[in-house]
């Protein structure tokens, strides 16, 4: 859908380029992710693709095109672009803000009203926020303006520049799901940038990694990176929690759970407590086969001969099949129990241990 071929950009002025023969190409569909330390080059990267920076050698093609053959209305119509810090217009609505491409396309107003009340919705802005001014709106919300603008012609491509950069970090984490949920439906071709190599991981199909000018150091997917660092550079970028960000890959779904320490009403103290011996902990759950009550420690035990009449905690979190390991190995640091119970829905699927998921760190 992409591709550039030995692109170069020299700015007026400088002794290097800021981007040296960099070529690879993007598949129709897939998101990937530009990451690299500040100054190496992205936003110039990006800005080629849709020639807000003019390349000074090299060839770009979007969809088999020459971007430099094509005229601004072509690149318009075909790259939707979310800028750095937003970049809204502060004087318009933010109505009037999705419409901008639209009204350059020189659409009818109905049709242009349509799609602007249709994009809002996609981006689930609340209703009254089409009325007001980009200032009234949360930083949150701004973002997801500056999304459904670049969306509005209904664009195949999607060039994002640190979409994500200017909201705080669980903002951030809630945009980035809404973008992993849009792209679902949507299928676009999607060119992201950011300097943050955990929102890399998160959002890419595949994740180019740079250095200064521009230069490839590697292009794979997450998880090839993790597992594989091209090289130094590359290794020292992804930090030394990498076996920790792999984590973040691999669905619970995907390691073989204990079935825990999980007891019938019907069992007696004296079994309970050899339950928890067994398994080492100060805790045991109530229930048969996948259907769990919930969990009782040793204290909760005292004055009773059999859990007949035990009462079951709730579990305080409750993790599915496709969360990941990364998010089970915090709710095994976090919990009460030491371990992170699965559930399917109300099925009582096991549970995941330090052991588990360790295994799958040092593989
Ligand atoms: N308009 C410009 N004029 C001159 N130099 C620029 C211009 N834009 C970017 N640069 C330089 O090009 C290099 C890459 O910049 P940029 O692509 O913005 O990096 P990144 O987005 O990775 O932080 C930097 O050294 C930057 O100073
Ligand atoms: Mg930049």
Not at 148 to 170: H, K, N, Q
Request: aromatic share 4%.
């Amino acid at each position: 859908m992409i591709e550039l071929s030995q692109v170069t950009k020299t700015f007026p002025g400088a002794t290097t380029p800021a981007v040296d023969r960099l070529t690879f190409s993007i598949d129709e569909g897939e998101v990937v992710v530009l990451v690299g330390p500040s100054g190496c080059g992205k936003t110039t990267t990006l800005k080629m693709i849709n020639r807000l920076i003019e390349p000074s050698g090299g060839t770009i093609t979007v969809d088999g095109q020459d971007v430099l053959s094509l005229q601004a209305h072509q690149l318009r119509r075909g790259v939707g672009y979310v800028i750095q810090q937003i970049g809204l217009f502060p004087h318009k609505t933010v109505g009037a803000n999705i419409a901008t491409v639209p009204n350059l396309l020189g659409w009818d107003k109905a049709r242009t009203q349509a799609r602007v009340a249709e994009l809002a919705e996609l981006v689930e802005l609340p209703s009254d926020a089409l009325s007001r001014y980009p200032s009234e709106l949360s930083g949150g919300q701004r973002q997801r303006v500056g999304v459904a603008r670049a969306l509005a012609a209904d664009p195949p491509v999607l060039l994002m520049d640190e979409p994500f950069g200017a909201v705080d970090p669980i903002v951030r984490a809630n945009l980035q799901d809404e973008l992993l949920a849009l792209q679902s439906s949507l299928k676009k071709t999607i060119v992201l940038v950011t300097h943050d190599i955990d929102e890399a991981i998160k959002l890419g199909d595949r994740v180019a990694i740079l250095s200064e000018g521009g230069h490839l150091e590697q292009y794979a997917s997450p998880a090839e990176i993790l597992r594989n660092p091209a090289n130094a550079f590359v290794a020292d970028f992804l930090g030394s929690d990498r076996g920790i960000k792999r984590l973040s890959l691999i669905p619970i779904s995907s390691v073989q759970l204990d079935p825990g320490p999980v007891l019938p009403r019907s069992a007696s103290k004296a079994e309970a407590t050899a339950m928890m011996k067994r398994y080492d902990i100060g805790w045991a759950a109530i229930g048969e086969g996948t259907r769990v009550e919930g969990w009782f420690t040793a204290e909760d035990l005292v004055g009773h001969d059999t859990l007949e009449r035990v009462s079951a905690r709730e579990y305080q979190i409750k993790l599915r099949p496709d969360d990941s390991l990364r998010e089970a190995l915090d709710a095994v640091i976090t919990s009460h129990t030491a371990v992170a119970a699965v559930f399917d829905g109300e099925k009582y699927l096991g549970m995941a241990t330090v052991d588990e998921i360790s295994r799958e760190i040092v593989q």
